[in-house]
């Protein structure tokens, strides 16, 4: 058995931990079960608590610039208070829940670009460690997968997808960040909008589906942002013509019309806009032809994080920033 994270912070000799997560991609909502393997070092400890916390790379925006930031999504308690022998090992299955907002990492087993992962922290004798971290990947929803397949089929094209921390007012939303799924028009459409914004919030009871169009300026008007919100229940996915539902969403999204009421905006508890900016975050690597239907076929080829261990760098102290917070 290979360990991958020795707890440092309990000195020389410690023990070690190793956290194994089920193979395929978790759900929005969904169970996420596993094992946290231990094994003891040079001496006899208590583990007091072991918690999984479920993290995420985000974009915030600062007083210059955007920067990447670390954020707890979860915290779970999975175990503790039991005796580690010295040089034993011992193992701890787990099932959590993990939040109906998870965002979506892949779509037919291609990277989207969000980087989740899952971090283990043991307590022992009042020392806490943050020991193995696993990437985590999350597919969609049935419904959120329909409506992304009914943008390919439309003619809209993937282009890159991220977390933006913050909040959509007038949503139900729950998490400190927000996915933003970005979608390139048709040429049908290319003359009036620049691209489309799609960010799912899921909840037990259905989709939240806010759409946001950046419109192009026109001879007599000035681009601008068009943003409403839809909803749709998660049973009716395998009876919705999607194609026409999410048609008929784009014609009042792009038309600017004020059916569905003010339109939410974007923005942290003082009422900032936070926006992504083009190209941001990596987006799917070398996509085959044929192998994804619908809106994944549009994805450009890009780098794709490599290493969970690369995309995190540095995340000990930003985690705590926001627990703090939160």
């Given at each position: 058995?290979v360990f991958?994270?020795?707890?440092g912070?309990l000195?020389?000799?410690g023990?070690?931990v190793d ?7 978790a ?11 231990l094994r ?8 007091d608590?072991?918690s ?13 610039e955007e ?5 707890v999504?979860?915290?779970f ?10 040089e034993?090992d011992h193992?701890v299955?787990?099932?959590v829940?993990?939040?109906?907002e ?10 989207l ?13 009042g020392?806490r ?5 696993d ?5 969609p ?27 959509i007012r ?16 048709p040429?049908g ?21 806010v ?20 909803t ?20 009042e999204v ?25 190209g941001?975050?990596a ?6 032809a ?18 969970i ?11 705590d920033e ?5």
């Amino acid at each position: 058995m290979v360990f991958k994270k020795l707890l440092g912070a309990l000195g020389v000799g410690g023990p070690s931990v190793d956290t194994v997560l089920q193979p395929g991609p978790a759900l929005p909502g969904g169970l996420l079960s596993g094992e946290v393997r231990l094994r003891g070092g040079g001496s006899d400890v208590t583990v007091d608590r072991i918690s999984l916390l479920l993290v995420a790379r985000v974009e915030r925006e600062g007083q210059e610039e955007e920067d990447e930031a670390t954020v707890v999504l979860e915290r779970f308690t999975v175990g503790g208070g039991f005796r580690l022998a010295e040089e034993a090992d011992h193992t701890v299955p787990f099932t959590v829940t993990l939040p109906w907002e998870t965002p979506i990492t892949e779509l037919h087993g291609q990277h989207l670009g969000p980087v989740l992962g899952i971090r283990t922290e043991l307590e022992i004798a009042g020392a806490r460690d943050k020991g193995d971290l696993d990437a985590l990947a999350v597919g969609p929803l049935p419904a959120q997968e329909a409506i992304l397949e009914a943008f390919g089929q439309l003619g809209y094209a993937f282009r890159s997808a991220d977390l933006e921390l913050g909040h959509i007012r007038g949503t139900g939303q729950q998490l400190p960040c927000y996915q933003e799924i970005e979608i390139l028009p048709p040429a049908g459409h290319a003359h009036t909008v620049n691209e489309i914004e799609v960010t799912f919030i899921a909840a037990p009871g259905g989709l939240e589906i806010v759409i946001e169009a950046d419109k192009r300026a026109g001879l007599f008007s000035e681009g601008h942002d068009t943003v409403h919100r839809f909803t749709a229940s998660h049973h009716a996915a395998p009876q919705t013509d999607w194609n026409a539902q999410v048609d008929a969403w784009l014609k009042e999204v792009i038309a600017g019309h004020e059916s569905h009421g003010a339109p939410p905006s974007y923005g942290d508890e003082h009422g900032a806009r936070h926006r992504s900016g083009p190209g941001t975050g990596a987006v799917v690597a070398g996509v085959a032809a044929g192998v994804a239907v619908g809106v994944v076929g549009g994805m450009v080829a890009a780098e794709v994080v490599d290493e969970i261990g690369d995309a995190f760098e540095g995340e000990e102290d930003e985690e705590d920033e926001g627990e703090d917070e939160g």
